[in-house]
């Protein structure tokens, strides 16, 4: 990962159109228009999940799904609104309304952008998988929990946003379940499930939706005391325009209080993006590239919202879908969003006959997608800092708040790397005898004489701030006279960070003070540069640094011959 260097943007699409032919547009249209129709569904669940309008779930597919797949780094990437964001745009909503929504979205798209042009594509490397199953997990149950209301026709109105008073109010509720909305709900669901054992090509939510409207349909006009809640009841008749571009008031306070919205939407969406592509790659073969994609997400994330829509990210089963149908360049990506825009404007009177109860089923079925069992089950198997991070994670995010959780779990993955990377950081003593051939694949050893009074420590792994404390107390804890020579042996340091610098410093000096010379050995160029830059070079010696440990061996040793006889007076 190089903060520094050139912008790392190269949109798949350009790359793509450059060598494009027939043959391809054949099958990226074929993908494009099933992905199209797979998505109308999902992209209005999600909106009305959110708290809006089916309308702003359908624009955000529309323009994000297009941004995505034109300025992404991903070829078959398919971006749109997705479940993951329900909870923390819903909150959002609920605290700032639309417009603090809108501010958030900006300003975690702009987020995404920094993250892209720093290089910071692989930031998903960073995160523990535990972690990441775990809030997925918590945001699938949250979004199961939402879906009660509308799937078993209970009417209930202000709901409380807390997982926990949530389902006491159901409980409490449960003998006013409107069966007839409850059978729709329950049809619904069946369809789906059952719609893949015909075939997995079929879009189950589409199908669903179809079938359960025309009933649900022609028994309000067989009889209308058995109404169905709907979307035209619920919304009223839906626009069939795009929005004009609107803007919104900006300025500190507002920033400071939805920054932390905005980062946990920003690290949702590239988490979430990142896992589709990487999914994505394992079944194509191509690769993502990881920046480019970061700042393709982002852009969307900017634009959306002048035309008040929702967050966007990667979405894994809309990618998959896009896959398995034969897309293989961003044009699938670009003409599903054109399908969903010729939906908008024609079909949108369609759209108010939908049942709330089917589109509940949809959501319940996304969220036991989303759970991950089989995957929490296989982890309940690993070592049971996993099994805690993983519990940390899903309690955090269905008790208190998902935001928090994002926090809570970013904090884990420090804590788990730094610890992992502290365990595989070795320190090792030699004295009397050093083979420098160890470590490596040599079938023979080359043993060097190490003089007496000269310590030799050999550190194996990056010297930064988690390890410089280890170094420190083995070097004072490892021989019980004091040397004359101290060799650091840095030939497997990769980098030092500003503790490590600062913890070699003081050693250096403290040694110098009791009169004991330190010798470095096998700096690499990275490291001897910020050693430079730190003055340690001039603080130690240029000739006290030596390019392989048979130099600095033989220098220890001359300096050891030389003040040997004083250290015996003084010993005696």
Known sequence: MNLSGPIDFKPKLFSALAHYSFKKFKADLIAGLVVGIVALPLAIAFGIASGVSPTVGLITAIIGGFTVSALGGCSVQIGGPTGAFIVIVYNIIAQYSLEGLAIATLMAGLILVM????HLGTVIKFIPYPIVV?????IALTIFSTQINDFLGLGLRNMPSEFIPKWGVYLQNLDQINWTTFAVGAVSLLIIILTPKISKKLPGALISIIIVTAGAYLLQLLYPELHVDTI????????????EPHGFELNMATINQLLPSAFTIAMLGA???LLSATVADG????????NTELIGQGMANIVVPFFGGIP??????????????GGRTPVAGVIHALVLLLIFLFLMPLINLVPMACLAAVLIMVSYNMSGWRTVRGILKNPK????????TFLLTVIFDLTIAIEIGMLLAVILFLRRVMENTQI?????QLDITEGTEASTHELLNVATGVEIYEIDGPFFFGVATKFDEIMRTSMATKPIVRILRMRKVPFIDATGVHNLEIVIRSSQAEGIHVVLSGVNPNVHKVLEHANIEALVGADHICDHISKAVELANRIAQQSQPISLQQNS
Request: zero cysteines; proline letters at 3%.
């Open 134 to 138: 775990g809030f997925t997990a918590g």
């Open 283 to 290: 079944v194509t073969g191509s690769r993502t590239n990881s």
């Open 271 to 273: 988490i979430e993006s």
């Open 232 to 243: 035209g009841d619920r919304f009223g008749n839906l626009p069939t325009d795009i929005p």
């Open 312 to 325: 966007v990210t990667g979405a894994i089963a809309r990618t998959m879908t896009n896959i398995t149908n």
């Open 385 to 392: 800092s996993d099994i805690t991070v993983l519990a940390v």
């Open 428 to 432: 090792k003593v030699y004295s009397e």
């Open 115 to 118: 993250m892209g042009v720093f």
